[in-house]
DNA sequence: CCTGTGACCGAAG
DNA sequence: TCTTCGGCCACAG
């Protein structure tokens, strides 16, 4: 027996826009995972393509600033993309933001995870 | 129009 | 705790 997912596409055009309109809010000292983005536009399993997005960013200079810092993977761990050079000074931003790393380069995710209690959706979703 | 390129997650064994 | 696997597809050139 098969699940079958019942949502309807999420990552439609525009979802780049509207990963970054989310992003935007995440306040200094707090994370999200990527999967958490995810689910806060409709969909928990677009982690990866929320990731996509984060990396894109390189190629969209015109996109007004991202704090793409503060998106790490559910591991609780920042996501280094081959690149440890990059990934210890997004440590250290967090670090600089009062985000706690412990030994193991994790950060305890029930303690730092933005609630998004106040979020604003996108404004071409619900 | 077609293609290559990407920061992940969670269930199951 | 580890590995495997299916889910996911916009965007620039």
Do not use: C
Request: net charge positive; glycine share 8%.
């Amino acid at each position: 027996m098969v699940y079958v997912h019942p949502e309807p596409r999420v990552v439609t055009p525009g979802f780049y826009r509207r990963v970054y309109f989310v992003v935007r809010q995440i306040p200094r000292g707090r994370v999200a995972t990527y999967g958490l983005i995810g689910t806060i536009l409709g969909s928990p399993r677009v982690a990866r393509q929320v990731g996509f997005a984060l990396a894109a960013l390189d190629r969209l200079p015109d996109e007004a600033p991202v704090p793409w810092h503060r998106v790490i993977n559910a591991k609780g761990m920042v996501s280094h993309r081959g690149d440890t050079g990059r990934a210890q000074r997004q440590i250290e931003t967090l670090e600089r933001e009062g985000i706690r790393f412990d030994d193991a380069g994790r950060v305890d995710l029930k303690r730092y995870v933005w609630d998004y209690l106040d979020v604003k959706l996108p404004p071409d979703v619900n």
